[in-house]
């Protein structure tokens, strides 16, 4: 498959074992949050978002943590899966931009082992 | 129902041309974003076109340039093409309204340019 990034970080886990995923974003207007996950030769696709006036947000397996005060965010995966293994990217955007401007950041490479 | 699609999948050219790449959107959605990827610089916004209009642009030279049907389906255009417009180029349709979560973005496959 499609290599999306060479230099990003990586998180290698164990099946089974939590994964937190962490991201730094740099707007202080952005008040939408996304988490994304993006497998090889695939557009990246939706997995969380969190607005700015919650801190915490949970859906099936995952969890959005959102910080404002060090704009900061984190995605945690519970029980993670070989099948969870992709790059994970934050995006923010704003009112401001219609939410229809993403600016991601570099992405996080998870590799999961059986 | 269907996806965001993109053709061609994988293109190659050669410095100094130009070239074109489509996005048909998802069937009711009436934002087109336009992303590009490359390994140095990840994700980057283009622009985005809303019925027809270009609605917000993001920080590219004027060589990159787009547009919208009536239809909603997108082109974006590359002219005199260098080496660091390799990339993959992404598109993501919406609903367009700004209401963030409501606003959505789902991303095509993607187009494969290199550039030679």
């Known amino acids: 498959g499609e290599s999306v990034g060479l230099h990003l970080p990586t998180l290698s886990v164990q099946e089974g074992d939590n994964s937190i995923i962490n991201c730094a974003y740099s707007n202080s207007a952005s008040d939408y949050f996304i988490w994304y996950k993006q497998e090889s030769g695939k557009g990246p696709q939706f997995i969380i978002d969190i607005r700015s006036n919650m801190d915490k947000r949970q859906g099936q397996r995952v969890t959005v943590l959102l910080n404002k005060t060090v704009k900061h965010l984190s995605l945690q995966i519970a029980a993670t899966q070989p099948g969870d293994s992709a790059v994970y990217f934050c995006a923010e955007t704003s009112f401001y931009s219609g939410y229809s401007t993403l600016t991601f950041g570099k992405g996080t490479m998870l590799l999961v082992s059986p | 129902k269907a996806g965001v699609t993109q053709t061609p999948r994988y293109l190659i050219k050669t410095r100094g041309q130009q070239v074109t790449l489509s996005c048909s959107p998802i069937?009711?959605?009436?934002?087109v974003s336009w992303y590009q990827q490359t390994p140095g610089q990840g994700l980057q916004f283009l622009f985005e076109?809303?019925?027809?209009?270009?609605?917000n642009k993001g920080n590219f030279p004027g060589r990159f340039s787009g547009r919208q049907f009536s239809n909603s389906r997108s082109e974006m255009n590359v002219s005199t093409l260098e080496l660091g417009d390799s990339a993959l180029y992404l598109c993501?349709?919406?609903?367009?309204?700004?209401?963030?979560?409501?606003?959505?973005?789902?991303f095509g496959p993607g187009t494969r340019l290199t550039v030679l």
């Open positions: 076109y809303f019925s027809e209009t270009q609605r």
């Open positions: 069937s009711g959605h009436r934002s």
């Open positions: 993501a349709s919406s609903f367009g309204r700004a209401s963030g979560r409501g606003n959505e973005q789902f």
